[in-house]
T-cell receptor
Framework: GENVEQHPSTLSVQEGDSAVIKCTYS??????FPWYKQELGKRPQLIIDIRSNVGEKKDQRIAVTLNKTAKHFSLHITETQPEDSAVYFCAARDFGNEKLTFGTGTRLTIIP | DGGITQSPKYLFRKEGQNVTLSCEQNLNHDAMYWYRQDPGQGLRLIYY???????QKGDIAEGYSVSREKKESFPLTVTSAQKNPTAFYLCASTGDSRANYGYTFGSGTRLTVV
């Protein structure tokens, strides 16, 4: 089955700077890679996703890049703000079974 | 709540007691999932169901049971065989359209053993 590794587990960034979270996956057949943001005590919410036929996708301050050859994908947050503080999860989809395998999460703290 | 409702929000279980967590969705999604979340361990899959009357074990199914009698409902029972049930439980669903792979999550149930 799919295995997803996520780094770093914690990340502190000065407000206004950029944050990068990286994930690697094991199954070359995986073709869908979402990122979720979870605030304390809340449900995870999808913030951006990318499919394997695309190398990069951007939505305002958030971007995701995918390197299929190396089997890794990254979340980039620019001009960070205090409300970006949360736990972020990457995931990869096991297409044959329609289930997501999640990384272990990154706790991002934005320092004012 | 985005079309998927979990109840109760908080649940307390005594030793040796079975408890059932409710998950209902009105999104007409075929697939539903139960994840367990522990601090520092991310989301681990307990059970999932891609169609009514069918379900598969996930990575940590021991001590849990599910049913899928209706498309809208996917309840999770935490049995007395689950030795460490204290955790945050999340239910999710997804449509079967090739254009929609994302999960919609419920707001979660926090289960505590007392």
């Amino acid at each position: 089955g799919e295995n997803v590794e996520q780094h770093p587990s914690t990340l502190s960034v000065q407000e206004g700077d950029s944050a990068v979270i990286k994930c690697t996956y094991s199954d070359s057949a995986s073709n869908y890679f979402p990122w979720y943001k979870q605030e304390l005590g809340k449900r995870p919410q999808l913030i951006i996703d990318i499919r394997s036929n695309v190398g990069e996708k951007k939505d305002q301050r958030i971007a995701v890049t995918l390197n299929k050859t190396a089997k890794h994908f990254s979340l980039h947050i620019t001009e960070t703000q205090p409300e970006d503080s949360a736990v972020y999860f990457c995931a990869a989809r096991d297409f044959g079974n329609e289930k997501l395998t999640f990384g272990t999460g990154t706790r991002l703290t934005i320092i004012p | 709540d985005g079309g998927i409702t979990q109840s109760p929000k908080y649940l307390f279980r005594k030793e040796g007691q079975n408890v059932t967590l409710s998950c209902e969705q009105n999104l007409n999604h075929d697939a539903m999932y139960w994840y367990r979340q522990d601090p520092g361990q991310g989301l681990r899959l307990i059970y999932y169901s891609q169609i009514v009357n069918d379900f598969q074990k996930g990575d940590i199914a021991e001590g849990y049971s599910v049913s899928r009698e209706k498309k809208e409902s996917f309840p999770l029972t935490v049995t007395s065989a689950q030795k460490n049930p204290t955790a945050f439980y999340l239910c999710a669903s997804t449509g079967d359209s090739r254009a929609n792979y994302g999960y919609t999550f419920g707001s979660g149930t926090r289960l505590t053993v007392v």
